[in-house]
C-alpha cells in the first residue's frame, strides 16, 4: 500500500463525512464540497492501486517475489435443454 492510497482514502472519508454534514446542515455548498472531495480521493486512490499494481509486475518480472497462485480446475458440464410443447385447445372445437 502506498502514499496515494492512504490519502486518497481519507479524502475520501473526508468527503462523505462532509456529505452528511452538508445534508443535516441542508448546505448545498457543504454537499457538493464533499462530494468534489470524495471524487478527489476516489482518483487518488486508483492511482494508488495502479501503482502498486505496476510496482508488483516490475517485482515478478525480476523475479524479486514469489507468489503461489492456487490452481483452479476447469470442469466442463454439459448440458441439454429440453423445450416442452404444450398444445391448447380450444373450447369452442369439439372432438
Do not use: C, F, H, Y
Not at 6 to 15: D, P, Q
Not at 17 to 44: D, F, H, I, N
Not at 50 to 69: F, K, M, P, S
Amino acid at each position: 500500500m502506498n502514499k496515494n492510497r492512504v490519502k486518497g482514502k481519507t479524502k475520501e472519508i473526508e468527503g462523505q463525512v462532509l456529505k452528511g454534514v452538508g445534508r443535516v446542515t441542508g448546505s448545498r455548498k457543504t454537499r457538493v464540497k464533499g462530494a468534489l472531495r470524495e471524487a478527489e480521493g476516489k482518483m487518488q486512490n486508483a492511482l494508488g492501486r495502479a501503482q502498486d499494481a505496476a510496482e508488483g509486475t516490475v517485482r515478478r518480472t525480476r523475479g524479486e517475489t514469489v507468489e503461489i497462485v492456487p490452481v483452479r480446475r476447469t470442469v466442463r458440464v454439459r448440458t441439454t435443454r429440453v423445450a416442452a410443447v404444450v398444445k391448447k385447445r380450444n373450447p369452442g372445437r369439439s372432438r
